[in-house]
């Protein structure tokens, strides 16, 4: 049959009403359970659908919020500002600038324009390579600098760099640099304190730092604000007892011996008798805090307050004192002090000219080894380590400063009379200058010690009794003897006000033995003796070339810090010396 027959049959087919699919080309071969197997899935699809909507929307609904505003909304911190620091007439001695801190996306700068990036580097003072090597970061945030000055950070706002931001932070500037730095301190960058009265008043400078909520867009601009967490509170104000004219005498006059001598380091301290307030504390070498790029260890060290060393002479007051006090002596009591040495066991201890035989207030005045060695052999050993530990030697200073030493002083068990006789002048005991002037507070007081505050105080302290007030009366009377002609310090006198101290030179051990040729000259000392408002202690380390002793590097030291402190304090004079009278002859001590 012809392709044409076929056509005309089917069509005549239908038109009989023969169904269309009853013809063998159009019949369905499929199964029927595929039709319903189709069916199914879609309705699974759909049922998952309907399931997940549920899930997303019901049950995940925190969740999806939060990853969400992770995308756009962030938490910006506001810093407090960190509280000053005055000294005790309210001149500022550290405050906080605000400056800006400089940032970066690393992925908006990849295609930055190299001269701006050029430009940037210069602003930021940093070299081409080390800025690329920031940006290099696999990280999403990168600090560029910190603490930039907010005119350079215009600058660089200035340039328009995609992905470059600024953040408000503070940095610490001292207005007196170098002249109280051991005392104040300074900040790290992130603003917490790292030496001295920085470090010790960290809690309460600080402040509470607060933030905030803000939606941001992709170039971490600022789009809404969203809402406020915690509002920032500002650190607390620091009042110190510092007196800034007195800080800049002492640091001028140390600076100035320690040149003059040729010394390696030197230090001073000066304590307001009747307040127990540190007035000024000055060490050189020093630094200056707002540049620490060049600091060394050398110039970090608070010498006043870290080193020990052997006070020598100054030591010799408390074993006279004690004895006085024990009324085992009087200031007129005799001894025999030989041609200048004196043996015990296979030790012999030296006075530096002979005093034959002299009474107490000489043996102070002269400085007589071994005057003092006999008044500390009639004691017992107990009662001299109880007496420097009640003074504060070997204990650990409460303060609140950081870095305060303890010293070392040896139980009294172990001392055998060679060694009790060389601790009775200054020799096996270690202090501090600071500990050594706080000491002497039982001289210039009545016989009490009081503590020392590195912050003003309003309210004067009660003490503790370490010796009579007559006791130390009569002390002050041999002290004053030191400065007067025939004295170990006559240096150390003031014009038109009565002084008095004592001088201490003691040798540096090195490998384990004194040193020939190394020493540490100290003088400690009060004024005006009538009624004492000063106590001073100076102390130089190493004095070049022949003059080393005490009277002599240290004295003068005290007599220059003294004379402009009680001047500025507007101290009543209280004698008629009108310049400082050295005989040719004056005895110097050596040990």
Do not use: C
């Not at 070498?285 to 060290?301: A, C, F, I, M, V």
């Not at 020799?427 to 016989?447: H, N, P, T, W």
């Not at 002793?549 to 004698?575: E, I, M, Q, Y």
């Amino acid at each position: 049959m012809s392709r044409g027959s076929s056509l005309n049959s089917s069509r005549v087919a239908a038109a009989k009403g023969v169904p269309f699919s009853k013809s063998p080309v159009l019949a369905v071969r499929l199964p029927v359970w595929r039709s319903r197997v189709v069916l199914f899935v879609l309705f699974a699809a759909f049922a998952a659908l309907a399931g997940r909507a549920l899930w997303l929307q019901g049950l995940s609904t925190q969740f999806l919020q939060k990853q969400g505003e992770i995308r756009y909304a962030r938490t910006i911190d506001l810093p407090a500002t960190r509280g000053k620091i005055t000294d005790r007439d309210g001149q500022v001695l550290a405050s906080s600038l605000p400056v800006k801190a400089i940032w970066a996306i690393p992925d908006d700068l990849q295609n930055a324009p190299k001269a701006k990036l050029k430009e940037l580097a210069r602003l930021l003072e940093i070299s081409d390579f080390e800025l690329q090597k920031k940006l290099d970061s696999d990280r999403s945030f990168v600090y560029l600098k910190r603490q930039v000055e907010p005119e350079v950070a215009e600058q660089i706002a200035k340039l328009g760099l995609e992905g470059i931001q600024t953040r408000k932070e503070y940095k610490r500037y001292y207005p007196q640099g170098e002249v109280t730095t051991h005392v104040v301190g300074f900040t790290n960058v992130e603003d917490i304190g790292q030496e001295s009265m920085e470090l010790a008043q960290q809690k309460n400078l600080v402040g509470q730092p607060g933030s905030r909520r803000v939606i941001k867009d992709r170039l971490g601009r600022i789009v809404e604000d969203i809402q406020s967490v915690r509002e920032p509170h500002d650190g607390k104000d620091l009042t110190l007892s510092i007196d800034s004219k007195i800080q800049y005498i002492a640091f001028t006059q140390v600076k100035d011996a320690v040149e003059k001598f040729h010394a390696k380091a030197g230090a001073a301290v000066v304590l307001d008798v009747h307040t127990g307030e540190v007035l000024a504390l000055a060490n050189w070498p020093t630094y200056n805090p707002n540049d620490r790029s060049k600091l060394t260890g050398e110039q970090l060290r608070n010498r006043v307050m870290t080193d020990t060393f052997e006070p020598g002479s100054s030591l010799k007051p408390f074993t006279v004192g004690l004895a006085l006090d024990e009324k085992r002596i009087t200031p007129h009591t005799m001894f025999d002090t030989g041609n200048g040495s004196m043996v015990i066991a296979d030790h012999v201890i030296h006075d530096t000219h002979p005093h034959f035989v002299i009474d107490v207030q000489t043996i102070i005045q002269k400085s007589s080894n071994i005057g003092t060695s006999k008044i500390a052999l009639g004691m017992p050993s107990q009662d001299m380590w109880e007496m420097f530990t009640k003074v504060g030697f070997g204990q650990q200073p409460k303060w609140g400063f950081p870095g305060a030493v303890a010293g070392r002083v040896r139980p009294y068990k172990s001392w055998r009379p060679v060694e009790q006789a060389n601790m009775s002048f200054g020799q096996g005991i270690s202090v501090s200058l600071i500990q050594l002037a706080r000491a002497y507070m039982i001289f210039a007081r009545d016989g009490d010690i009081i503590p020392l505050s590195f912050q003003k105080v309003h309210e004067a302290p009660h003490g503790t009794q370490v010796i009579s007030a007559k006791t130390a009366a009569q002390m002050r009377e041999m002290l004053e003897m030191v400065t007067q002609p025939g004295g170990s310090a006559v240096k150390a006198q003031v014009p038109g006000y009565r002084v008095g101290g004592k001088t201490g030179t003691a040798q540096k051990v090195v490998n384990g033995r004194y040193s020939q040729t190394k020493y540490i000259g100290n003088f400690v000392g009060m004024a005006p003796m009538t009624n004492p408002r000063f106590i001073i202690a100076v102390m130089i380390d190493e004095p070049g070339g022949p003059v080393h002793v005490g009277g002599d590097v240290a004295g003068p030291v005290f007599s220059a810090l003294a004379a402009n402190a009680l001047r500025a304090k507007n101290v009543t004079p209280d004698s008629t010396l009108t310049h400082i009278i050295i005989p040719d002859n004056a005895a110097q001590e050596k040990m």
